[in-house]
């Protein structure tokens, strides 16, 4: 099947390496930057993944897992608002000078529960998601746009950092309503590597950027919905809630359970309104180790059996002018390393996440430059020859780091001060 042919693209075990590559210089601008954290109004919990959006412009960030965000702004947009919004939650919009350095943002939950005589719109769950997947060329985007994308992958062995990749690209996005693939173009890159964490096993994320890319189910449904295995999953309705204070359908899938096959289980979000996906989260059924194993290893050594433990998706939208596109999505895996002969196994957790920090419609005459083009089977790692320290992204606007990143980057900064 088409999904299996696209997770195996995913990684692949290997090696990585050291330096610095600089592609293109951001022209000197001045800005301010907005840094704070979004939590639940009643119980202080950090919200991750919400979304933050300058309003009147395309310029935006999502939190971290830690529930904060840093934004930086062109003077030009100093007297705007800044939209906060997440997935259950009532949206807020603060004026940017009501903004202090740090600060903390409440949201109040909103849960919607939409009327028997909406959910009765449609004969069942499926039937919805059928219809949201028809739907593509009239909620979504159809022009081409070139978006600024913040890429970070990150490689744990068990709970420390072994391996931290980022990257800004350029998402050369064809319109929703086409079925030509997306482009992805290099804009500057940073990367390093701890071996003596990856004993003699080291990790490698075949794909890149572009395994973020393609969980834009709406752009690429091939990956986990066919027409082919639409009826292979059980469909129904969840509790409705709010995405942006508008009701949204919530849909549960799994697979059937005289499917062998790994598939998926998860929610989809739809909007109300427009039929439109907002949001989606979902997992790979990993119950069968060696099926899930082949989806995902392309090499290892042969005295070595690899496994995952866990994969999980998640893909957000934004709208703008009425229009919905991809704007965030995340994928985590975890993998079981057994040594032949070795009493005890290892563990890694391969984390990627991609957000659209501005875009802008493209002219589709337009040449894009072959020289820095990713390909789909792209190792970030190859591409990128070096660290520096976060001054490195100037005025690109990344994802904000968690805590444990923060200290590897440190880490990093002390050894490349000593040598």
């Not at 800005?31 to 979004?38: A, H, N």
């Not at 069968?288 to 290893?297: A, D, R």
């Amino acid at each position: 099947m088409k999904n299996k042919r696209f997770l195996l693209q995913l990684f692949t075990g290997l090696y990585m390496f050291m330096g610095l590559m600089l592609l293109h210089a951001q022209p000197a601008t001045t800005f301010i930057e907005i840094k704070g954290r979004i939590v639940d109004d009643a119980s202080n919990d950090a919200l991750i993944f919400a979304d933050i959006i300058i309003k009147d412009s395309n310029m935006s960030t999502v939190t971290n897992s830690d529930g904060e965000f840093a934004l930086k702004i062109p003077d030009s947009l100093a007297n705007k608002s800044v939209s906060f919004s997440h997935l259950g939650y009532q949206q807020k919009e603060l004026k940017i000078s009501e903004l202090s350095a740090y600060s903390k943002i409440k949201l109040i939950p909103a849960i919607t529960e939409l009327s028997t005589v909406e959910i009765k719109t449609f004969k069942d769950a499926e039937t919805l998601l059928r219809e949201t997947l028809k739907n593509r060329s009239h909620a979504y985007n159809n022009e081409n746009a070139l978006m600024t994308a913040f890429y970070r992958e990150t490689i744990k062995k068990r709970r420390k950092n072994a391996s931290l990749s980022e990257a800004v690209v350029q998402i050369h996005k064809q319109p929703y309503s086409n079925f030509k693939n997306d482009a992805i173009e290099l804009i500057k890159s940073r990367k390093s590597t701890d071996y003596t964490r990856l004993d003699t096993l080291a990790v490698k994320l075949q794909g890149g950027p572009f395994c973020n890319l393609y969980t834009d189910i709406i752009k690429y449904p091939e990956y986990i919905f066919t027409k082919e295995n639409i009826p292979l999953y059980d469909f129904n309705f969840g509790v409705s809630t709010q995405v942006n204070n508008k009701p949204v359908y919530v849909i549960n899938f799994k697979q059937k359970p005289n499917i062998q096959e790994p598939l998926y289980y998860g929610k989809l979000y739809i909007d109300s309104e427009t039929l439109a996906l907002t949001n989606a989260v979902f997992r790979l059924n990993v119950e069968n180790k060696e099926l899930s194993s082949e989806m995902y290893i392309r090499k290892k050594p042969r005295k070595v059996d690899v496994y995952p433990t866990e994969a999980t998706y998640r893909v957000n939208y934004r709208t703008q002018n009425g229009k919905w596109h991809y704007a965030y999505s995340n994928i985590l895996l975890t993998f079981k390393v057994n040594w032949k002969g070795k009493l005890f196994n290892s563990v890694y957790t391969l984390n990627s996440e991609m957000a659209i920090t501005d875009w802008r419609i493209n002219d589709p005459k337009l040449v894009k430059t072959k020289e820095h083009m990713l390909k789909p089977t792209t190792i970030l790692a190859d591409e990128t020859s070096g660290f520096k320290d976060p001054a490195f992204w100037g005025e690109y606007n990344i994802i904000e780091p968690e805590k444990s990143i923060e200290a590897a980057i440190e880490k990093i900064k002390k050894q490349l001060k000593r040598t």
